[in-house]
Structure formats: C-alpha cells, structure tokens
Nanobody, 125 residues
Framework: KVLAVESWGGSVQTGESLRLSCEIV????????TAWFRQAPGKEYEEIGF???????TGADSGKDRFSISRDNAKKSLYLQMDSVQPEDTAMYYC???????????????????WGKGTQVTVSS
C-alpha cells in the first residue's frame, strides 16, 4: 500500500524556522519523484520543489532561497526546511509523489498520483 503522511506543521512567528517531514511508504525512490506543494487560503496550489528519481533537488519559484528540500531514502522520508518564514508562507503544505521512470522535465500537479492529507503552517507577525 502506498501512503504519504506529512507532519511537523504548526504555528510559528515571523523569522522562525520550521522543518516539515513527509513519510512516503510503498514507493521505490529511485523510480519516483517526490515533491512539496502548498496551498494558501483562497489561492491555487503552488509547487515548492521536488527531488527527482535521480536524487537531485529542484526548487520551484515559491519558497525561493529560504526553503530547501531533502530526502532520506532509508527513512522513506522527504523534508522541507523552511527558514525565516513570513506571514505569506501561511498555507497547507502537501507532499506528493509520482513514478517518473527517469523523466526530468516539469509535471503538472494533476500528474502526481500520491498525495498526503497536508499539514498546516501558520506564520504570525
């Protein structure tokens, strides 16, 4: 069974750091892309970045240089390190995964087949 579960969201103050975790079981990371998305209230989903099946991390436009993505294959976990968070980072954060078979190009959100239920991050000023 394939399952993705995010954790370690919460309420933080502007400028603080937060590290989100996502455990994805039932996939072979060497064949899957794992990504972080977020959705702020009233806004569309936004891709933060992903780690491809080759293990390389790629950042998207959101998060800029304050966010970094890493993965521990042995722990079957994906991480999102968020530094110097801002109120505009308030959102529901999701991890997602899809089997890519070596594809390195972009993917639409609807092409991701495995999704967690999300973890809420709230940043107050």
């Amino acid at each position: 069974k394939v399952l993705a579960v995010e954790s370690w969201g919460g309420s933080v103050q502007t400028g603080e750091s937060l590290r989100l975790s996502c455990e994805i079981v039932g996939v072979l990371y060497s064949q899957y892309r794992t990504a972080w998305f977020r959705q702020a209230p009233g806004k569309e989903y936004e891709e933060i970045g992903f780690i491809g099946d080759n293990g390389h991390a790629t950042g998207a436009d959101s998060g800029k240089d304050r966010f970094s993505i890493s993965r521990d294959n042995a722990k079957k976990s994906l991480y999102l390190q968020m530094d110097s968070v801002q109120p505009e980072d308030t959102a529901m954060y999701y991890c997602a995964s899809v089997r890519t078979g070596g594809w390195c190009g972009g993917l639409r959100r609807d092409q991701y087949k495995i999704w967690g239920k999300g973890t809420q991050v709230t940043v107050s000023s």
